[in-house]
């Protein structure tokens, strides 16, 4: 159940596109189209953004965005807002019928 | 609207057993699987287990296997998290999750923090 693979950092400035990336094998992202994302404002609990790879829960802006090539998935913000500001975290299912998570990103809006 | 509150956290010593619970409401609990999961101070999320809608399967990470359960009591809208043998890396705030099918955390509730030290 290794993690999986984040940049531990990104940074953009506002109006500008950042894309994230999360980096599994066939075994989770690669095997499944089960890839979600989650944003973490500190001291906060996480909150949704995307489910299996692409799908936005309703009241999520169309600015956030997913895809998934392979065994690595992507979450890109377009038009970056100063409260994207925030840690972002992926994660998948895997053949063991768990859960695993990546790392983190900290995404900084300059 | 769906809302997760768990409770139960505080500070126990290394080998001690302590008892989460995650109360729910705003959906018809009995319908769905739910997940624990934590993160250290200062680190990320580390998935703890899963449990399906009626208990019949329960799937924990190899980091708590055979030291954590996992209970439901849909009677009571009630999840729980039995920690036992606990050390000091387990120390970290304690969530709960809604799952959505098939296979996702859609709800979390705010956290509830396990320090575990001597």
């Known amino acids: 159940q290794s993690a999986l693979t984040q940049p531990a950092s990104v940074s953009g400035s506002p109006g500008q596109s950042i894309t994230i990336s999360c980096t599994g094998t066939?075994?989770?992202?690669?095997?499944?189209?089960?890839v979600s994302w989650f944003q973490q404002h500190p001291g906060k609990a996480p909150k949704l953004m995307i489910y299996e790879v692409s799908n936005r829960p309703s009241g999520v802006s169309n600015r956030f965005s997913g895809s998934k090539s392979g065994n690595s998935a992507s979450l890109t913000i377009s038009g970056l807002q100063t409260e994207d500001e925030a840690d972002y975290y992926c994660s998948s299912y895997t053949s063991s019928s768990t859960l695993v998570f990546g790392g983190g990103t900290k995404l900084t809006v300059l | 609207q769906v809302q997760l509150v768990e409770s139960g956290g505080g500070v126990v010593q290394p080998g001690r057993s302590l008892r989460l619970s995650c109360a729910a409401s705003?959906?018809?609990?009995?319908?769905?699987?739910m997940h624990w999961v934590r993160q250290a101070p200062g680190k990320g999320l580390e998935w703890v287990g899963v449990i399906w809608s009626d208990g019949s399967n329960k799937y924990y990470a190899d980091s708590v296997k055979g030291r954590f359960t996992i209970s439901r009591d849909n009677s009571k809208n009630t999840l729980y998290l039995q920690m036992n043998s606990l050390r000091v890396e387990d120390t970290g705030v304690y969530y709960c999750a809604k799952n959505n099918w098939p296979h996702y955390c859609d709800y979390w509730g705010q956290g509830t923090l396990v320090t575990v030290s001597s």
């Open positions: 066939s075994s989770d992202v690669g095997g499944y189209n089960y």
């Open positions: 705003g959906f018809t609990f009995s319908n769905f699987g």
